[in-house]
């Protein structure tokens, strides 16, 4: 099997499958993150007091974390430039565990 060439400056197109419960997303009112030394653990939970649901793991290399990094802070300063700026809501941290 052969790739197809890529001529300089072209990006090469993937496709990404998807189902339809994926394409829904999953909504999260908390995110917590956790490393060691090779990776990053982003856990999205929907936290309504007492309880709390995990909807997301992902886990990702040191150097992936800096791009997602990097990318949310871009598209942050987009947002804010089209949309005004975003008003942090102050809450009390509080600590979550899992069962």
Do not use: C, W
């Not at 099997?1 to 999260?28: C, R, S």
């Not at 791009?67 to 987009?78: P, T």
């Amino acid at each position: 099997m052969t790739q197809p060439k890529q001529q300089p400056g072209n990006k090469q197109q993937i496709q990404i499958k998807a189902n339809d419960d994926e394409l829904k997303g999953k909504y999260a009112n908390t995110m917590q993150v956790m490393h060691t030394k090779e990776e990053f653990v982003m856990d999205f939970l929907n936290v309504f007091p007492p309880t709390g649901t995990l909807n997301a793991r992902v886990i990702i290399s040191p150097g992936h974390f800096k791009r997602v990094v990097r990318a949310l802070d871009e598209n942050l300063k987009k947002y804010e430039g089209q949309f005004g700026k975003i008003d942090e809501t102050k809450n009390e941290e509080q600590k979550i565990g899992f069962m």
